[in-house]
């Protein structure tokens, strides 16, 4: 039962239907029809309605929606018993078969090419090379045999004018390994009468109006079909498919079939020499019969290959072999000669139909196929076969498409019928008897052995001498009086729609169809003279050799007669039948809504006759007969389990079947059911929809329900997942935390020890929340590593040690060289490595000084040039000392020449160059300038950088007020008794030691070039 679809649609299975009655059926078929829903079950079967127009449910969505879906998943659909039939197969690995049915223009063919299309897109879905070129081969294939075998006919502008029964091989991972087509009966007579206002084969007209100039030029062809006897009838009639377009589309489709070139051609060339031999004629002069027109004889002879007089010959003369095993040639009558070259034509197309059949079938056979190694080869079949007809004129053609449409309604009914009773066998539910019609009395009249219609034709042909489609006639109403399904004018002389000598009727399963025997024993006899098929068989072109085998036969062979027409029809649906038989059958049945081909028409009365002759309500009778509705019990459960509070969400008994029983139970439907081993069985669609509706109005508070409960879930989902977020995020922090504390540990762990207190460690990155953290231990570390550095400087070397500290401060980045990798002596003057000559006298003077302005310190001494108050330059000692400043006259045995307290001075002021020049600034503006020199200690000393040491320390440290160092990368400023002076520096060659010189605006210090 179909599912998804709203009551407004109608009931999606017929199975549902209050009562079976035609009325309701109809009622519904009808509003579906007009709603647009094209498909109904009854149970497992499809009825379709043909549309009449393009439907937009083949799409790959569609397709989507069905692949591997059950049949109540979905609305009903052809995909779904396309579906089923291949799950069947594939699960099972049972051979499987879709028997669609429906008379002319239902949409038999419609409907197989929409299942080939399905099973299709849903095999092969590694793209297979191999198994895509199979699947495109068999969808090509459908394009070919629609030009060689469909027609307009009256009823349908695409008629099939041929049985087609396709096998699909699948193998063991269900892809299509090959296939292979059963053609039945080719309506041939096509080839050379049409009725009123149908056509020959599309592919004619396809040639005719396809074929570029120079092909049709090498064809011997004019583009017109009204100029060819053989098409004139349908020349002007029009179809909805485009013949020219028709034709590439065929010929590309022949090509990817794998047609060879030489191939193709032969079939336009078959398909040429048709057309010419139907415009030949012939003319008798009084004793002989001529063909007119030569030039007809030498183009089908060229387009044969064959040779012209033995065209000419084949088609005037027939070859007979006498008692006496002569051999003579009898010239035809006029007459003959037209019947053989029908006889001719027909056989031409007829052999090359089923040549291309057979060609196709050699391409898609399953190559290579080792059941141990490849698993079982299963197979879907499908039959599009020619529908149910009823002409105004029915004619041997019609006999035979209707018997062969009793046979299918013969299988049907078994099938079905038989798989409803397997099932309740299996299920072990009693089953009830339901009557139906069957036709086997139909199919009977027609085949019985001795009684039946073909065998009273096939005694009718093989009786020698002059028998009539009359005679034939008279003996049929004779043996067949009695029979309920066969009437005559003769057997009911009151019915006038009858003529005496020409008419029989059969009453079918689908309606009574009134035959006219003309011509029944010609077709059934199916005669060609032997001439021909040697004509053929002789022929140079081997494909046209290989359509007539049996044209080897000499002529005096050919004794045994062949079976007629009918018989090998007969022999054939009853092979068909046997297959068909033993596969697991899937149904289409097909309606055609009206017969004007229009999407709106709903012709009611047409309609209901179909619905009637297939027997339609009587499937859905027997399928509700015992049991309306099944389902596993699981299933079942799944389903209506919310009706029942036993039920849901989840019972809590043994089995399935006892929650089942407690549903059915709770509803008191105890005595509308039955319980099967594995199936619940329920008699009256009443029930179910009880069930179905009490579902409807529990679901939308379930579906609140599981919106509520899931909304809930998802929340408390997504705060789990938040939380677990956060938490991991947290511990990851904390690892990342730990893991610098543990890394900066490990790596500083030695310091102690090492040699540089751990200078040389690098500190690992720090994650940003330690970034502070990180600063202040990089800095508590240097710090320490500081403490460790100067704890161990004894502290005669601390003054050093502070003094350096300071000149970096101050002098760092901004001067060259300050001296500071080198001893600070200090007190250069009192040094005897530095003043080997005098230190001894500056001693004597310094103590005296201590003595007499005790001072406690010496920040600085050393050997200067000085400029003085005249603007001179000379030779002057320095001492610094942490009272005063002297200027020491070294000449004179360090006499004081001015004494100057440490506190008048208030900075001083540095180059960034190598020079030694030193402005000391004091607060009364009369700065002291000079520049410092060097001793014997070492040459090119820098001193400037101890004596800014010494003081600022000092100064900084002692005194603690500020002394502020300037250090000048251009010209020095300082004053001189209140003025400004500027001072350079500048280097000058020749010059041997620094020395001042006045300048404009103040001094230039001169220093040597190196
Ligand atoms: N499902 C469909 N969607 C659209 N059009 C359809 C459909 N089925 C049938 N038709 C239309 O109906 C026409 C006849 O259908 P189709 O040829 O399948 O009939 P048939 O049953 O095979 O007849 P016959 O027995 O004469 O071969 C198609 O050419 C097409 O125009
Ligand atoms: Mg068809």
Redesign the pocket.
Known sequence: MAELEGLEFGKSDFVLLDEVTMEQFMENLKLRFEKGR?YTYIGEVVV?V??????DI?GKDTIDAYRGRELYENPPH?YAVSDAAYKAMKRRAKDTCIV?S?????????????IMQYIAAITNPSQRAEVESVKNVLLKSNCVLEAFG?AK?N???????FGKYMDINFNFNGDPTGGHINNYLLEKSRVVQQQGGERNFHSFYQLLRGGSDEMLNSLHLQNDPAFYTYTKEGAAATT?NNDRSSHKAVMSALEVIGFSTEEISSIFKILASILLLGNMQFECDGENVQILGVEAVSHISELTATDPDSVSKSLLYRTVATGGGEVIEKGHTEQDACFGRDAFAKALYDRLFGWIVSRINSIIEVKDYNPVLHGKNTVIGVL????F?IFDNNSFEQFCINYCNEKLQQLFIELILQQEQNEYQREGVTWQHIDYFNNQIIVDLVEQQHKGIISILDEACLTVGKVTDTVCLDSMDTKLAQHPHYTSRKLCPTDKSMDFKKHFRIRHYAGDVTYSVEGFLDKNKDLLFQDFKRLMYNSANPVLKEMWPDGQLSITEVTKRPLTAATMFKNSIVALVDKLGCKEPYYVR?I?PNEM?SPVLFDDARCQHQVAYLGLLENVMVRRAGFAYRQPYARFLQRYKMTCEYTWPNHLMATDREAVEAIVTQHGFQDDVAYGHTKLFVRTPRSLFTLEQERAALIPILVLFLQKVWRGALARMRCRRMRAIYAIMGCYKRYKVKAHFWEVERRFANVRTMGDYGKSVEWPMAPAALSQFHNITVMLHRRWWARQIVKNIPPSDMLEVRAKVAALTTLSGERKDWGFSRAWERDYLANVRDCPQTSTGFVRASKELKNKDEYSQVLFSGFCRKVNRFNKSTDRGLLITDKYVYKLEPKKQYKVLKRLPLDSFIGLSVTTGVDQMVALHTSSQDDVLLCLQQGELCHNQDRVGELVGSLVDHFTRIRKVQFPVKVCRSALQLHMRGKLKSVTVETKPGQNQADFKKSRDGFVLLVPAN
Request: hydrophobic fraction near 15%; include cysteine; proline fraction near 2%.
């Open positions: 094209i379709s043909n549309p009449y127009r393009q439907m083949y052809l669609i429906g008379e002319s223009g239902a949409g038999k063919t419609e409907a197989s090419k929409y469909n006919t009823r349908n502008d695409n008629s099939s004018r909805s599009d076969i020619y529908g007809e097909c055609k081909k």
